[in-house]
């Protein structure tokens, strides 16, 4: 529910920029915190907040994957599939996502645990394939990457292994596995659960 203190969170927000219109993007991710997903009330609320018009700030939520338009399980899997993901094997990764969860692409299990998704571009590109859990990213992912993440969140785990890491997997090593979120220079976006 988008309440009167998640308006003036999003008001405090707007007045740190010399237009309000530039707070549109934190304001949505405080809409789909406080919401779970980003509702038409909350649409509104930003709208209202920012002043623009409701259709400006639905093509924002449509043009970016960071915002979930409808519920999602406890864990939204997000797969990358542009270019550089798909030349190194994103269908594939996909449809095994897909296979071991029991479900198609923009579904969530019946037990409400994960949500599989496609993305255009997560903007990892030297990384691919890449993917993200609740906005947490994960690169080079093989199928028993994707085995080994889905188990690990199944225990409960947390996707990262280390706080700030970007390449989680336990079973990941090399430089690659040490780069972090701070030194890859892509910007990381989440939402909280």
Known sequence: MITEEVKARMREICA?????????????????????????????????????????VESVVTFYSMYDRAPTG????????????????????????????GIQRGQTTADGSFTLQGVECLAACGMAPVLQVNGEFVENVTTADA???????????AVAAQPGA?????????????????????AQTGKAK
Request: hydrophobic content about 30%; some cysteine; charged content about 25%.
């Open 74 to 101: 406890k864990y939204a899997i997000k797969v990358c599939t542009s270019i550089s993901c798909y030349l190194r094997g994103c269908d594939g990764l996909m449809e095994h996502f897909e296979q071991r969860l």
């Open 147 to 157: 085995d080994a993440l889905i188990e690990r969140l199944k225990r409960g785990e």
């Open 166 to 186: 970007w390449n989680v997997l336990p079973s990941k090593t090399g430089a690659s596995a040490q780069q972090t979120a701070a030194g890859s220079g892509s």
């Open 16 to 56: 740190r920029y010399p237009d309000p219109r530039s707070g549109t993007l934190p304001c949505l991710h405080l809409a789909q915190e406080a919401e779970g997903y980003v509702t038409p009330d909350g649409i509104a609320a930003v709208s209202e907040v920012t002043g623009t018009k409701i259709d400006e």
